[in-house]
């Protein structure tokens, strides 16, 4: 079965810098991948998603890459804000199968 | 509209008692999954339902656990003689169909096995 990978688990920035986080998926034939954000307490929420007819993805502030070759997709978000700390999670699907696989999450923390 | 429900918010329970967990979906959704987060933790699969069949149950972790779906619509997370190794946040999500995929997430029920 599909197993994804994420990676850092916390990340700290300032405002105003970058952050990246990375995940990794087995299953080659995983073609839908979300990013949840969910605040502490709250439900995760979509953000954005890609699939794998394309290799990126922008919305504002935030974007995706897709590498089907290396197996791995990637969150950038730019110009950070202290509202965008909470955790985030990567999930791959085969839509066939209709499961999400979620990645263990990372914490990222925006710093004022 | 109103988005996905879930309830109780909030469950304590002995250990060995049964529980219910209900949910229900954004109206018109199709697709319902079943979740369990533990402190900390990612998200972990348990079931998913198309109408009311339950194509995948690979993800529900032992013979205790079951779930069911009726009118295509409200469905409920049973758990049999639980163990404190259940308690964590049950959350339900809901989708249009199989092929839209985006998932919307309830709020979650809090189970804590004492």
């Known amino acids: ?112 | 509209g109103a988005g996905v429900s879930q309830s109780p918010s909030n469950k304590v329970t002995e250990k060995g008692k049964d529980v219910e967990l209900r949910c229900d979906p954004i109206s018109g959704h199709t697709a319902l999954y079943w979740y369990r987060q533990s402190l900390g933790q990612g998200l972990e699969f348990l079931i998913y339902f198309q109408g009311n069949s339950a194509p995948d149950k690979s993800g529900l972790p032992s013979d205790r656990f079951s779930a069911e779906r009726t009118g295509g619509s409200v469905s409920t997370l049973t758990i049999q003689r639980t163990q404190q190794e259940d308690s964590a946040v049950y959350l339900c999500a809901s989708s249009l169909d199989w092929l839209k995929n985006e998932q919307f997430f309830g709020p979650g029920t809090r189970l804590t096995v004492l």
């Open chain 1, 1 to 112: 079965g599909e197993n994804v990978e994420q990676h850092p688990s916390t990340l700290s920035v300032q405002e105003g810098d970058s952050a990246v986080i990375k995940c990794t998926y087995s299953d080659s034939a995983s073609n839908y991948f979300p990013w949840y954000k969910q605040e502490l307490g709250k439900r995760p929420q979509l953000i954005i998603d890609i699939r794998s007819n394309v290799g990126e993805k922008k919305d504002q502030r935030i974007a995706v890459t897709l590498n089907k070759t290396a197996k791995h997709f990637s969150l950038h978000i730019t110009e950070t804000q202290p509202e965008d700390s909470a955790v985030y999670f990567c999930a791959a699907e085969n839509t066939g199968f209709q499961k999400l696989v979620f990645g263990t999450g990372t914490r990222l923390l925006v710093s004022p």
